[in-house]
């Protein structure tokens, strides 16, 4: 029973919560909502999940599932004031992101007049200066991973730095995940550093991927696969129409 | 006290220039009857104030907007809201972008009848660069901290969609989330209520925290059955397969001049029943 890419990047989407506790593990797209399911299901259920609207749901659903039982409500007031308030680890998208992890969902080109015009920067600016932030990006290409973002709507190290301690105090920029690689910014000046190759993935296509200077240590390990029990969960509990697959091409 | 108002009546009320509140959240119970009624009128030159789904688009495209203030505008289950992204492409709209959290204590601070509210939300990001207006205020306690002061968003009228009101414009809210409707009315000189359905006083039954919107906030009411559609609407949800047509129909300017002249030169009625036909013909 080998695991498919998709289901890769749920464990490795999973793994960005791994010791939060008894936070809100906040989740944007398909394989990241699965792994923030997926990590209360397993090593990490403390968890508190959503059914992607308002509800805080008693347990784990599956994905595009009615709420079930709640424990708690969350409407987006509420949720802006937990951005705020910091019991939270987001996992968001991005368009655009650079070597020290600013990134951009609002608009490509001058902010004046857009190339093409994007969502709005939405919640990032808050919550990459308020709680720990995470990213899942479905397809890693030069385009999204790229010198430099066109509008900086999530916060990356240097802009953090630039800031100073005091304000960049709760500023946490934890993990990125793509569809071929896990990275963190473990590093002397906060760039981006290659964490792992998912299995099939040469650190060359990696690096084909990446607009920028990506710092590679030495051998770079493999993404871990999928334990039997977390396969079971992701295709017979949580994702059982295999919406992952649609958001992840083998 | 709110009193009994039509679509016409509420819009007829308003004045080019004006600041505009709308309330709902992206594709999300917004007063979509009032949007447009205000697409139909004569009104000009509107600064938009709205946590942005096809109300901020719809206005766009009839040439209504001189300013959107928004932190993002989305259709929801289709990401990109398409005469919003065409208007600033364009360059024919200015934006004032916010964070969605600075967005709510600027709605919060106008609320209050505060000048500002201070919030590390935008700090480090560009929202900081792109809307030059925005100034930081120092914490006067021992801390000394450096935050953004959020101006107060007020706003000459705003409009709302609640599920049911009572007939002097107290409205209350079924679905899971109240969004901001309640601040939009407070934050606003004049609020208009829209509901799906009208009651008498006294029989708005249901729990009182759901009672969302209070009469000494509210100017005008009106009763517009399907007022919200295309949105979600709580239970009734959002009608996806409009919703779609809508925005494939935005894609193309011929395809946009036939949904246009198809559903929104009539009135509530003529719309209700276009959509309705739309549907036969779809069936679906």
Redesign the interface.
Known sequence: MSATRAEICVVACAEAWRGDGEILAAAMGTCSILGARLARLTFEPGLLTTDGGALLTAEAVPIGAPAGAAEGWLPFREHLWLVQNGRRHVMMGASQIDRYGNTNISAIGDWTRPKSQLLGVRGAPGNTICNPTSYWIPRQSTRVFVPKVDVVSGVGHDRAAGLGPEAARFHDLRRVVTDLAVFDFATPDGSMRLVSVHPGIEVEQVRAATGFDLVVEGEVPETRQPTGEELRLIREVLDPRSLREREVKP | MGTRMSVEEIVGSLESGMTIGIGG?GSRRKPMALVRAVYRSSLTDLTIVS??GPDVGLLCAAGKVRRVV?????LDSI??EPH??AA??R?TVEFT??????F?FGLLAAAHRLPFLP?????????M??NPGLRTVRSPYD????LVAVPALTMDAALVHLDVADTRGNGRYLG?????DD?FAKAAGRCFVSCERMVEPGELAGPPQTLLVSRMHVTGVVETPDGGHFTDLGEKGRDEAFQRHYAASAADPQAWAAFADRFLTGDEEAYRKAVRQWHEEEGR
């Open positions: 959240w946590y942005g928004a932190p993002f505008v989305t990401a990109l919003f992204r600033r492409q360059g972008e916010y964070d969605e959290g600075m709510m919030t590390r939300a935008g700090l480090g990001s560009d929202v660069r792109v801390d000394g901290e450096e899971p989330d109240p969004y901001m601040l």
